[in-house]
């Protein structure tokens, strides 16, 4: 069985910082892409940025500059740093972790008061 928990979210003023990590556990082998994405209300599920096994990273143009992606292969984790956080970053963070399936956590709140 496989288990992907995010945690770190919460409450945050405009132009805060949190970090929000996710461990992947069970029967999961050869991770290779482990990513962030985010849901706000009425909005579609987008990717806010995603790293590779090899440590090559992309990001959403909206987080570019203010958010930093990493990971521990041998904790099979990621992480997120939020900087420079906004009102508009507010939304449900949701950890995605590719191997052999795709896999989801159960997202962590993350809100942004201005």
């Known amino acids: 069985q496989v288990q992907v928990v995010e945690s770190g979210g919460g409450l945050v003023q405009a132009g805060g910082s949190l970090r929000l990590s996710c461990a992947a556990s069970g029967s999961i082998f050869s991770i290779n892409v482990m990513g962030w994405y985010r849901q706000a209300p009425g909005k579609q599920r987008e990717l806010v940025a995603d790293?590779?096994?090899?440590?090559?990273?992309n990001y959403a143009d909206s987080v570019k500059g203010r958010f930093t992606i990493s990971r521990d292969n041998a904790k099979r984790t990621v992480y997120l740093q939020m900087n420079s956080l906004k009102p508009e970053d507010t939304a449900v963070y949701y950890c995605n972790v590719q191997a052999i399936r795709g896999y989801w956590g159960q997202g962590t709140q993350v809100t942004v008061s201005s």
């Open positions: 790293i590779t096994r090899g440590g090559i990273t």
